[in-house]
């Protein structure tokens, strides 16, 4: 889904175990006007992101695919080929999802792993299974195996089983196809996306039996993924007829209003981040600029009136979907693990098509709090739900009835280095977008930009960029000058910032600062100040008045029990001097704890709240009581424009 355009086909290899036979892309007359770096342009080796990738591949995947050995969602498959060893398949009609998202994260994770004997088991293992899908499938392509075996007399597509999510399946099953054929350039797995996506496509033709949106959105992203590599119009054509009937008829998940008849975003948080997410492609894609119109205001409503300041969304009590605007109660936040990886999705689909820092700003926040909270470092254990005030909290868990989160997690942990480069092959700038320290080879036109960068982020705001540029044909192709664009972080206000070794003020663009590049080589350094901040919510965000919430950096901090007894009760004096001091969590997580003193004077100590509940099932609380600060006035509200969290400035306590 991220290599999206002309300039794709540009890639460049840094992998040796990459596939020759890697298929070309097509390119469109409208597309995003920047270009996500590809997998294989990206090494990350810090310390936070590094090992979590590896952990993904080498503990997460496996795990998933054993679950789901063991629950029997990859029975179905057999079964539905004649074997009769299978037991019956007892959890969830759309088990099949997470075979397919399990499958697709084995495929790309294993895009840059060095180890050759394993990317071949992969690619094997997925070559087996698309043969059971093949075996599995109805004549016109349809396959939904919990149907098929224990629902004979199911139609497809029916309303009655919109619940069953059939579409979302089968997108999900695109996607991983889609995703082989993008690494192996394997025909049939391009073919299977194409019976799938062709069966959905006859099934939903205007006028006809089914001609209604899909029942649980995702199948829109799989589409337009499929439309990329094929160039065949009709998956571009039946996406946006799905969005289109989504304006008038509602679902089941989209909380009684028809998803995208009106501009507020309401629904299911996961299902409705996937359709906006899907939208953005074909609008995109299509030159709809009206459709793009409406995604910004649901994007307003989700991102300044629904999303907790861990960067996602969703409340309990609310069909896993999104509250009122501004509820945003903290032990009823819903929070789903996958409700962070697709607002991250689509904010990456938002931020691509505009260049503007905003998305990217909140994206940050949503991985490095909602997300890295969701699953742990040893990728196997994961969180559903993740609320900001527990009165005992329970450690994280290796499987869940419904798994959707544990099998999104191990697909989406592959994308990230792809969300931290951009690139825009018109303008010759390269963006950067997110900061980790590792290795970056772009290519602009007939150049190619190495960019190596050394930080400690999130911990510390300095990052350097080295840069060195290599024309591999004739400097003189070269039409315009390069720039390097880096993202000035939201929570950091002004940083210093210096080129080759000069202090500099860069002009500034979209919430980015730009470098004009004046020889081959040289380094970009920034230095954002990371002093601990109280963050305070809009005024009509009434579950957070009177308390403030403590950050450092993009970090959203908590206090638990095991280091303030009365976590959930306990108020900040009015005057602080915050320390940072490193504590060990557990062996191979150190972080920055936060010293402050209560309303009593005691000593008290916060942690980033992405490292809750390791130590000990305990209480914790994000948001906590301010000793002197105002409930605010509605009539306030006004001068919070464009926000939905500020800084508090100490002065405005009594
Ligand atoms: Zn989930």
Not at 186 to 193: D, F, H, T
């Amino acid at each position: 889904m991220l290599r999206i355009s002309a300039c794709c086909l540009t890639l460049v290899l840094l992998c040796s175990c990459a596939p020759a036979k890697r298929p070309k892309l097509k390119s469109f007359k409208n597309d995003y006007p920047l270009t996500a770096a590809p997998i294989e342009s990206v090494r990350i080796n810090d310390s936070l992101w590094a090992p979590r990738l590896k952990a993904n591949r080498q503990t997460g995947v496996p795990h998933c695919l054993a679950q789901l050995e063991k629950s029997g969602a990859f029975g179905m498959f057999r079964t539905l080929n004649g074997s009769t060893k299978e037991g019956r398949y007892k959890n969830n009609p759309w088990g099949c999802s997470d075979v397919y998202k399990s499958l697709e994260g084995l495929i790309r994770s294993n895009r840059t792993n060095p180890d050759k004997a394993a990317v071949a088991a992969a690619g094997k293992k997925v070559d087996e299974f698309l043969k059971l899908v093949a075996g599995a499938q109805a004549d016109d392509g349809f396959i939904f195996p919990y149907l098929q075996l224990y629902k004979k007399d199911y139609k497809p597509f029916s309303a009655a089983l919109a619940r069953y999510t059939e579409t979302y399946c089968m997108g999900h099953l695109i996607e991983m196809a889609v995703e082989h054929y993008e690494t192996t350039g394997s025909a049939e797995a391009l073919k299977i996306a194409g019976s799938v996506a062709d069966c959905i496509d006859k099934s939903h033709r205007p006028g006809g039996k089914y001609d209604f949106p899909s029942g649980h959105p995702e199948i829109e992203i799989a589409l337009m993924r499929l439309h990329r590599v094929t160039g065949d119009h009709k998956y571009l054509n039946l996406t946006k007829r799905l969005i289109e009937k989504s304006k008038t008829i509602k679902t089941t998940w989209s909380q009684g209003k028809p998803a995208m008849g009106h501009d507020e975003a309401v629904g299911h948080s996961v299902a409705m981040f996937y359709l906006y997410a899907g939208a953005v492609d074909a609008a995109q894609v299509s030159g709809d600029d009206k459709l793009m119109g409406l995604i910004r205001k649901k994007w307003r409503s989700a991102a300044l009136t629904k999303t907790y300041i861990t960067g996602s969304c969703g409340t309990r009590g609310h069909s896993e979907g999104f509250g009122a605007p501004y509820y945003l109660p903290n032990d009823k936040a819903y929070c789903e693990t996958c409700a962070s990886i697709s607002y991250c999705m689509w904010n990456h689909r938002m931020f691509l098509a505009a260049g503007e820092a905003k998305y990217m700003d909140l994206m940050e926040r949503t991985l490095y709090n909602g997300f890295l909270s969701g699953v742990s470092p040893s990728g196997d254990r994961f969180y559903y739900p993740n609320p900001l005030k527990t009165a005992r909290g329970k450690k994280r868990v290796p499987w869940f009835g419904c798994p959707c989160c544990p099998t999104n997690v191990v697909r989406f942990y592959p994308l990230i280095p792809t969300y931290m480069y951009s690139t825009d092959p018109v303008s010759g700038e390269v963006s950067v977008n997110l900061f980790a320290s590792g290795r970056a080879e772009l290519h602009l036109g007939a150049d190619i930009l190495t960019l190596t960068q050394k930080t400690d982020y999130p911990r510390d705001g300095k990052v350097s960029i080295a840069y060195k540029v290599a024309d591999v044909r004739d400097s003189t192709t070269r039409t315009a000058p390069l720039r390097i664009r880096v993202r000035i972080p939201g929570w950091c206000g002004k940083p210093a910032w210096m080129l080759n070794g000069k202090a500099i003020v860069p002009k500034t663009d979209k919430g980015y600062a730009v470098f004009t590049l004046s020889g081959d080589a040289g380094e970009v350094t920034m230095n954002c100040p990371m002093p601990v901040v109280r963050m305070i919510a809009h005024p009509k965000v009434k579950a957070d008045h009177g308390r403030v919430a403590l950050m450092r950096g993009p970090l959203v901090y908590c206090f638990e029990g095991i280091d303030s007894p009365e976590s959930t009760e306990l108020a900040l004096a009015a005057d602080q001097e915050f320390e940072t001091k490193a504590k060990e969590i557990m062996p191979g997580m150190t972080v920055d704890a936060v010293i402050a003193k209560d309303a009593a004077g005691a000593a008290i100590a916060a942690i980033p709240y992405f490292a809750r509940a390791y130590r000990k099932e305990t209480s914790m609380l994000v948001w906590t009581r301010q000793a002197g600060l105002k409930t605010p006035k509605d009539a306030e509200a006004d001068s919070w424009k464009d926000k939905l969290y500020r800084r508090l400035d100490p002065k405005e306590l009594d």
